[in-house]
């Protein structure tokens, strides 16, 4: 008595979760990823600093006033993490190092030359991102 006290509550819960399980299959999932970027030699004057800038909305969708500042720490090499959200796992972002000043962001003194960089988001180990002036 006492088992099916317990496995008919259980039963009926079991069977009522069922139509739940089917409702999952087109789920698409996205993925919060980071990314790490450097950006070797870039030498700056008083009040211009190094930025990120790509083609994620992250890394400002290629608007200068958008870019992620990267820090000195390790002078001339700028490093800075980037958090994506809302993008799919392999996920590809073109990125390019820009010498910026720090209160104007449409005063852009330099551009990194070549072509675009690019990174693969990943979950590990994380993006690594490296680039030079």
């Known amino acids: 008595m006492l088992r099916t006290y ?18 999952g299959q ?7 990823l980071n990314a790490s970027f450097t950006c070797q030699n870039g030498v700056t004057t008083q009040g211009y600093s190094v930025y990120v800038v790509g083609s994620h909305p992250e890394v ?44 104007n962001p449409q005063d852009v003194q330099k551009w990194q030359a070549g072509p675009n960089n690019e990174v693969i988001l990943t979950f590990s180990p994380q993006a690594q991102a490296t680039a030079t002036f």
């Not at 317990?6 to 409702?23: E, K, Q, V």
């Not at 087109?26 to 919060?32: A, E, G, I, L, R």
Request: contains cysteine.
């Open 60 to 103: 400002g969708k290629w608007d200068p006033a958008n870019a992620v500042l990267l820090s000195p720490s390790n002078y001339p090499t700028w490093t800075g993490q980037v958090r994506f959200s809302g993008v799919q796992l392999d996920e590809k972002v073109e990125w390019k190092c820009i010498i910026r000043n720090e209160k």
């Open 6 to 23: 317990y496995l008919l509550p259980l039963g009926a819960f079991l069977l009522a979760l069922l139509p739940l399980a089917n409702a």
């Open 26 to 32: 087109n789920v698409q999932m996205t993925y919060f």
